[in-house]
């Protein structure tokens, strides 16, 4: 039972467009969610997080977006950086039994110079 | 360099054997959490621990177990290995292991059954 979806295993995007990588989840006891981002032979590194009670943040070039009614967030990447290519992993968690980061299965986001 | 630290970085061993991957966390972090990613998987929870304490439990088999001693650092113990169990394995830790804290990853330990 996935319950946090990336449903785009890559995507490929030229040097300085939008990088938009989409996550789609079905628990609605998530209330906080999570973005990391893995290079290769590294672990995951924290990006950004956004919680429930927000519907965007921001953090320099990176802003998440959260539809909590549609069950869904985005990371917007802009400008898009070589530097950007990694694999990006959605992340949610919530209260009571729910304690537990959930992760997604990850988009493979390559940036074109 | 995330601070925290996984041993061995590859592991070659064969079906039914037993290995431990051993795991310290960033120091002050009291939260050591387990995850197995498996090709085109995303990361399964394993399980965490707190200060000791084991505090939440994944889709962990019962040929695996895990510890975290007193001075923090957790070992995973996978026994009766099968093929289906190579897999890359990663240690995170927290400060206080609450469910919206980031997690810090070490580099991950990569596991081969043959």
């Known amino acids: 039972d996935q319950q946090v979806k990336q449903n785009s295993p890559s995507l490929s995007v030229q040097e300085g467009r939008i990088s938009i990588l989409n996550c789609d989840y079905t628990n609605s006891m998530f209330d906080y969610f999570l973005w990391y981002k893995k290079y290769p032979a590294e672990g995951p590194t924290f990006l950004i997080s956004?919680?429930?009670?927000?519907d965007k943040n921001e953090d320099g070039r990176f802003t998440v977006f959260l539809n909590k009614s549609a069950k869904h967030l985005s990371l917007h990447i802009v400008p898009s950086q070589p530097g950007d290519s990694a694999v990006y992993f959605c992340a949610a968690s919530g209260a009571g039994g729910y304690q537990k980061v959930t992760f997604g299965t990850g988009t493979k986001l390559q940036v074109i110079p | 360099d995330s601070g925290v630290t996984q041993t061995p970085k590859h592991l070659i061993t064969a079906t039914g054997q037993r290995v431990t991957l051993r795991c310290s966390p960033r120091?002050?972090?009291?939260?050591v959490y387990w995850y197995q990613q498996s090709l085109d998987q995303g990361l399964q929870f394993l399980i965490q621990y707190y200060n000791g304490e084991e505090r939440a439990k994944g889709n962990i088999l019962e040929r695996f177990s895990a510890q975290q001693f007193p001075d923090l650092h957790s070992e995973l113990n996978l026994s009766s290995l099968e093929l289906g169990d190579s897999a890359l394995y990663f240690c995170?830790?927290?400060?206080?292991?609450?469910?919206?804290?980031?997690?810090?990853f070490g580099s991950g330990t990569q596991l081969s059954v043959l």
């Open positions: 956004i919680s429930s009670i927000k």
């Open positions: 120091s002050g972090d009291l939260s």
């Open positions: 995170a830790s927290s400060v206080a292991g609450t469910p919206n804290e980031k997690l810090f």
